[in-house]
């Protein structure tokens, strides 16, 4: 078996997973009958302190929901220039919401108060009204950066003075907890809606939650039916993300202490740029200097280690639960009989 790293996405339900799969008590979600997604919606609510939540079948989805329903067709959204809603979710904004965005330059995805007040129009007939400030924590193309939560407040805070609401990528929020002891619910506090995902680093097969008030959650709820997304026998699937809330959300701290590892002793092989510091959770971002980076995506795959390029000069590991310790020591040696070669 190669040692993956692609992403945390390829992680498969352990047998304790499939066996709650296969034994959960299902029905027709789209009429609410339910039990076990009716379960996890409540148990995600509660843990993100929201009064309500929508099981989706994938992240884009949970995002794209919360445009949609936080927006009409015309409106401007404020975005960092390297978010996943805008960068990876297929110009979902333009053709699904009809929203315009408005890039923000953060700093491995962060921006700050001062950023949102400069991009801030006034009330004019030329100009789009801005509705919506999106944030991602962890960031992803920001190298699994942690948004400060001071930092969030003070965006949240001139945001809400201006009127805007707040929608919170927390794909990896889970991350962000665990690395910093800060509960989901208090990084949720400062926003409308949040985004979280079961099948990254959580282990699920499928599955993301969008959250927020009940009002906002009913009208989600109308629009994923719309896009497609109404499942019936969905607690096959739900029970996964349960088990995957209740059973893995604490050893994602491994992945952290494994990606510290990696991130350090690449750091020392020559060829590779790395900042062993900006490594907060476990996605791990190098750039590459001696070769390609596909080259060394390439020669590592025939090391059996699997990494993936992002650009020609950057590689992307990310540590996640099919990965053990001593496999990161192996893919060190893997990486430094190369570089060194
Ligand atoms: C993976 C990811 C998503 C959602 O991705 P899907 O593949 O659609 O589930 C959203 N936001 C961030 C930051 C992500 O990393």
């Not at 339910?34 to 992240?59: C, I, M, N, Y």
């Not at 884009?60 to 990876?88: C, F, K, P």
């Not at 789009?128 to 939560?149: A, D, F, M």
């Not at 650009?311 to 590991?317: D, L, N």
Request: hydrophobic residues 45%.
């Amino acid at each position: 078996m190669p040692i993956d790293l692609r992403s945390d996405t390829i992680t498969v339900p352990t047998p304790a997973m499939r066996q709650a799969m296969a034994s959960a008590e299902v029905g027709d979600d789209v009429f609410g009958d339910d039990p076990t997604v009716l379960k996890l919606e409540a148990r995600v609510a509660e843990l993100l302190g929201k009064e309500a939540s929508l099981f989706t079948v994938s992240g884009t989805m949970a995002n794209q929901l919360a445009l949609r329903s936080h927006t009409e067709s015309g409106d401007e959204i404020l975005v960092d220039a390297n978010a996943h809603i805008y960068y990876y979710e297929t110009g979902g904004p333009a053709a699904l919401a009809g929203v315009m965005c408005r890039c923000l330059p953060g700093v491995r995805g962060i921006f700050t108060a001062a950023d949102v007040e400069a991009a801030l129009r006034p009330a004019d007939q030329h100009f789009p009204p801005t509705k919506l400030v999106c944030i991602e924590n962890t960031h992803n193309r920001g190298g699994g950066s942690i948004w400060p939560l001071e930092t969030l407040r003070e965006v949240a805070e001139v945001s809400r003075r201006h009127g805007l609401r707040m929608h919170l990528d927390g794909a990896r929020l889970w991350n962000a907890s665990i690395a910093t002891g800060i509960a989901e619910r208090d990084y949720a506090a400062h926003f409308d809606s949040v985004s979280v995902c079961f099948s990254k680093g959580l282990g699920a097969p499928v599955g993301s939650a969008l959250c927020g008030s009940r009002e906002f959650i009913q009208r989600a709820r109308r629009f994923r039916k719309m896009f497609g997304g109404g499942m019936r026998q969905a607690g096959i699937i739900a029970a996964g993300a349960l088990h995957a809330l209740e059973h893995h959300r604490a050893r994602l701290a491994e992945d952290h202490t494994n990606a510290r590892t990696l991130a350090d002793g690449l750091s020392l092989l020559p060829g590779i740029e790395l900042d062993p510091a900006s490594v907060q959770t476990n996605l791990v971002f190098m750039r590459v200097r001696k070769l390609p980076a596909a080259a060394l995506t390439a020669a590592l795959e025939k090391a059996g280690v699997r990494v993936l390029a992002l650009g020609p000069e950057t590689i992307r590991a990310v540590t996640n639960m099919t990965v053990t310790a001593a496999e990161i020591g192996e893919t060190i040696t893997s990486a430094k009989r190369i570089l060194e070669s």
